[in-house]
């Protein structure tokens, strides 16, 4: 039984289709800011990088920090 934390950076992309298309990217520096969030994606972008099943990534759509804490309250007796 522990609690854990984690945090991602979730970089959301739309493609040429007009969907969505999210990359998550664990334990980021503490120190990352918008700045440098949105020059990776552009180089994700100038360098289509991915192809996606709706098309290739056109245009930035949203870049978020998330942080979850998991307190595991019960883990079953090893045999």
Do not use: C, H, W
Not at 6 to 27: C, E, Q, S, W, Y
């Amino acid at each position: 039984m522990a609690v854990t934390t984690n945090k991602v950076v979730r970089l959301t992309f739309t493609t040429a289709g007009g969907k969505t298309f999210a990359i998550t990217i664990p334990d980021p520096r503490e120190d990352v800011d918008q700045a440098q969030a949105e020059a990776v994606m552009d180089t994700i972008i100038q360098k289509n990088v991915f192809l996606t099943p709706s098309g290739e990534l056109i245009g930035k759509r949203d870049i978020k920090i998330v942080g979850t804490t998991t307190n595991d309250l019960y883990d079953p007796p090893q045999a």
